[in-house]
């Protein structure tokens, strides 16, 4: 790993009078994958609206690929490169697998890999043989790859993934962890928000947890998991 992706710092953003991210702090390198870990309503979705500019953050600094992106519109911080694969999915659902691809595409950029159709149906067979189905016509797991594989169209060198093994089948969910992988060889740095510890594990370099919008924890995977206090304090259910 070299420079930072992505530098975050006292960011704050609010719902309403609500304060769901209380000086929100971390950063993560070129190349890894960082596991934003905590319960359902801790504040990891909110960071990553806040940082694709879909949540305006109230203060804070954002910096991506050395570029503050901080109150910019979310189109202008998809074109520098940064792609969001929300926890809904949201696949165009009358349009087939061809072309939901289509609308991610996006020109070729200078130091990270080139995506084509072809080249995501060897990271996800099962959607070369359906390259003609509606993505309403498919199961929550093959919509999630296709959300993922839309999103790598257009080229990005950060991919945020918002909770990518809820609510899937552990077959899928080991899919998952293998795509997360062969994104990183790729280069990719990926920041994933998680709360199931052992999937995480299995693809993570470090972890960061946030509880009530507050950061409480930044370490490697092998240091959260030998801290059986933290676990317990933060991710137990």
Known sequence: MSASMLEIE???????????????????????????????????????????GLVAPQSGRVVFDGQPIAGREPFEIARLGLGYVPEDRRVFSELSVMENLAVGR??????????????????FPNLG???????????????????????????????????PSEGLAPVIVEEMAKTILALKSEGLSVLI?????HFAGSVADRATIIE??????????????????????????
Do not use: C
Request: proline content about 4%; overall charge positive.
């Open 193 to 197: 928000s998680e709360q199931n510890l």
């Open 212 to 237: 009530k919008g507050l950061i409480r924890f930044s370490g490697t995977m092998a240091e959260l998991k030998a801290n059986e206090a933290v676990r317990a304090q933060y991710l137990s259910v």
């Open 10 to 52: 006292g960011l704050n953003a609010y719902y309403g009078r609500a304060h769901i991210l209380q000086g929100v702090g971390f950063s993560m390198g070129r190349g890894e994958v960082l596991a934003l870990m905590g319960r359902n309503g801790a504040g990891k979705s909110t960071t990553m609206k806040a940082v694709m």
């Open 106 to 123: 996006r020109p070729r950029r200078e130091n990270v890999p080139y995506w084509t159709p072809e080249r995501l149906f060897e990271l």
């Open 129 to 163: 043989r359906m390259r003609d189905r509606p993505g309403g016509a498919m199961s929550g797991g093959e919509q999630q790859m296709l959300t993922i594989a839309r999103t790598l169209m257009g080229n990005p060198s950060l991919v945020l993934l918002d909770e």
